[in-house]
């Protein structure tokens, strides 16, 4: 008997905007699969498993190369997404810390080494932050993140440079480097007008070029040049009738139809219910279920909704 049961390594976005998320899979003899996530695709499963599970470790080669190295004991994630091991063994723990003269192996260095860009993304209620990323994933690091409007701000020789530059536009320009993901979840909720969100977006990106064109750094370029939203991510960016997916996703049986995905984020159809519900597929990273013709029970609030 073929066992169903994947442990789920989370939405990942393509390169291309013309290309789908997934959802990462992981049978039980290491193989990989994937779920496509895309409108009108059914999507049902049950959690199979207690807990969650580390999802491994990688190495870095370079700009292009690394090795998902799995968990060899497939052991509880306690250190976030991972076992103790494997969040030690991980290269790219160290790379938080490259600008302020960590340490980092070769590989990760030749990673770090590529142009890097900096970005200013806005979420769903207004809430922005500035960011990074490497060049070969310019477009991929903002869609994963769901941002509804993102600008890039500069151009970096390395990826250095572009961490001293986001420090800089976090102390002079007042803006993070992280927006938890309950808080996108709970802006998608109730989004604000996309048209809006854009102009924030340039509003706030316009002060950060402000603040690094003033900074006397070198090794960069001031870049005024907008990220593309993915197709996809229209109608969960708009301003549709939609509620908060009001089951956790640790536990019993869930099932769906996609009607657009942003980032981690799902806006879901219910059967027959005709309502529409946003739900955070991130929660299931590190998660074990197993798929199939299961469904979400549906909540009996519409009364209260309507
Ligand atoms: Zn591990």
């Known amino acids: 008997m073929t066992d169903?049961?994947?442990?789920?390594?989370?939405?990942?976005?393509?390169?291309?905007?013309?290309?789908?998320?997934v959802l990462r899979l992981?049978?039980?003899?290491?193989?990989?699969?994937?779920?496509a996530l895309d409108g009108g695709?059914?999507?049902?499963?049950?959690?199979?498993a207690e807990g969650k599970s580390c999802l491994g470790h990688h190495l870095v080669h370079g700009p292009a190369r690394r090795d998902h190295v799995l968990c060899a004991g497939r052991s509880p994630a306690d250190r976030g997404n991972q076992c103790g091991r494997c969040f030690v063994a991980d290269d790219f723990r160290l790379m938080h810390d490259f600008h302020r003269g960590g340490r980092v192996p070769p590989g990760l260095r030749s990673y770090l080494m590529q142009p890097h860009w900096l970005y200013v993304a806005t979420f769903a209620n207004g809430v922005s932050k500035v960011g990074t990323a490497a060049d070969l994933r310019k477009w991929q690091r903002l869609a994963e993140q769901g941002a509804v409007a993102a600008s890039y701000v500069a151009?970096?020789?390395?990826?250095?440079?572009?961490?001293?530059?986001?420090?800089?536009?976090?102390?002079?320009?007042g803006l993070p480097q992280q927006v938890r993901s309950a808080a996108k979840a709970a802006a998608l909720a109730a989004p604000a007008s996309a048209g809006r969100l854009t102009a924030h977006n340039a509003a706030l990106a316009a002060?950060?070029?402000?603040?690094?064109?003033?900074?006397?750094?070198?090794?960069?370029?001031?870049?005024?040049?907008?990220?593309?939203?993915?197709a996809l991510a229209e109608r969960l960016c708009s301003a549709t009738?939609?509620?908060?997916?009001?089951?956790?996703?640790?536990?019993?049986?869930?099932?769906?139809?996609i009607r657009s995905v942003c980032g981690s984020f799902v806006l879901a159809a219910l059967d027959d219910a005709g309502l529409e519900f946003v739900v955070d597929l991130g929660?299931?990273?590190?998660?074990?279920?197993?798929?199939?013709?299961?469904?979400?029970?549906?909540?009996?609030?519409q009364e209260a909704l309507f």
Request: avoid cysteine.
């Open 41 to 48: 695709i059914r999507l049902g499963f049950r959690l199979a």
């Open 207 to 230: 002060t950060a070029r402000r603040v690094i064109s003033a900074s006397g750094e070198d090794g960069f370029e001031v870049v005024d040049e907008g990220w593309n939203r993915p």
């Open 241 to 257: 009738a939609r509620h908060s997916y009001p089951h956790a996703l640790d536990s019993g049986q869930h099932g769906f139809t």
């Open 4 to 21: 169903t049961r994947y442990l789920v390594h989370g939405v990942f976005w393509p390169a291309t905007p013309a290309a789908r998320p």
């Open 283 to 301: 929660r299931l990273k590190g998660r074990t279920i197993e798929l199939g013709t299961y469904s979400s029970e549906v909540p009996a609030v």
């Open 155 to 173: 151009r970096a020789a390395d990826g250095r440079v572009v961490r001293v530059l986001e420090d800089l536009v976090t102390r002079d320009g």
């Open 26 to 35: 992981q049978a039980s003899d290491g193989t990989f699969r994937e779920a």
